[in-house]
């Protein structure tokens, strides 16, 4: 089948906020109430950004992460579009997404192509699922020296909480459900529509 056949442009639905440490277990506790009637998954993850500067403002950004707890696991290689601004109606916010498993060799691979790594970081978390919505409730540790997973200290005090659905474009009615399901998560943490722009 050649490749320009059967692709479908996959979009992310997203809403955003952080939790503080204490409040981490009631929030847990109120997701397992929540959502599906299945074990919440626990990940470490290690996330390397790479950027591949070109003639526009703007460099292509890339994101490669691996499991670190799950042994033969592929890479997986992350590709995130600018938000669309458009529609002020939409509740969560809307980028071109594609994400795909990977050979082991997926950085060294980036490198021969041009790019150059930015950051580097671990995620450790839970994930929860809700029909087909996501959530996953992370901490980020900030890599000492590079290249050294084990050697890592939490970036802040806080939890990282994203809600977040993939769907093939145009089904925006996901946002209204993702906001329904926000607003149970009140007042233990605000999830919204956040800019990545506006943090720069």
Same mark, same amino acid.
């Given at each position: 089948?050649?490749?320009?056949?059967?692709?479908?442009?996959?979009?992310?639905?997203?809403?955003?906020?952080?939790?503080?440490?204490? *409040?981490?277990?009631?929030? @847990? &506790?109120?997701?397992?109430? $929540?959502?599906?009637?299945?074990? =919440?998954?626990?990940?470490?993850?290690?996330?390397?950004? %790479?950027? $591949? !500067? +070109?003639?526009?403002?703007?460099?292509?950004?890339?994101?490669?992460?691996?499991?670190?707890?799950?042994? +033969?696991?592929?890479?997986? $290689?992350?590709?995130? +579009?600018?938000?669309?601004?458009? /529609?002020?109606?939409?509740?969560?916010?809307?980028?071109?997404?594609?994400?795909?498993?990977?050979?082991?060799?997926?950085? #060294? %691979?980036?490198?021969?192509?041009?790019?150059?790594?930015? &950051?580097?970081?671990?995620?450790?978390? &839970?994930?929860?699922? !809700?029909?087909?919505?996501?959530?996953?409730?992370? !901490?980020?540790?900030?890599?000492?020296?590079?290249?050294?997973?084990? *050697?890592?200290? =939490?970036?802040?005090?806080?939890?990282?909480?994203?809600?977040?659905?993939?769907?093939?474009?145009?089904? #925006?009615?996901?946002? /209204? /459900?993702?906001?329904?399901?926000?607003?149970?998560?009140?007042?233990?943490? &605000?999830?919204?529509?956040?800019?990545? !722009?506006? @943090?720069?």
């Amino acid at each position: 089948m050649p490749v320009t056949g059967g692709t479908i442009n996959m979009m992310e639905y997203l809403l955003q906020g952080s939790v503080l440490d204490q *409040s981490l277990e009631s929030l @847990l &506790h109120r997701l397992r109430g $929540l959502c599906d009637n299945m074990e =919440p998954e626990t990940f470490l993850d290690h996330e390397m950004v %790479f950027l $591949l !500067k +070109g003639q526009q403002a703007s460099p292509f950004v890339l994101r490669a992460r691996r499991s670190m707890d799950k042994s +033969g696991m592929p890479w997986h $290689l992350r590709y995130l +579009g600018q938000p669309e601004i458009g /529609d002020k109606n939409r509740h969560a916010l809307v980028r071109n997404c594609v994400d795909i498993a990977t050979s082991d060799n997926l950085t #060294d %691979f980036l490198v021969e192509m041009g790019f150059r790594m930015d &950051h580097e970081f671990v995620a450790k978390g &839970h994930v929860f699922r !809700k029909g087909i919505m996501k959530i996953v409730v992370y !901490k980020i540790f900030r890599i000492l020296m590079p290249g050294n997973t084990e *050697s890592i200290e =939490p970036l802040s005090l806080s939890y990282l909480v994203e809600l977040n659905v993939v769907a093939p474009a145009g089904q #925006d009615i996901v946002s /209204d /459900d993702m906001r329904n399901f926000a607003e149970q998560l009140k007042p233990l943490v &605000h999830l919204e529509k956040i800019d990545p !722009k506006r @943090l720069m």
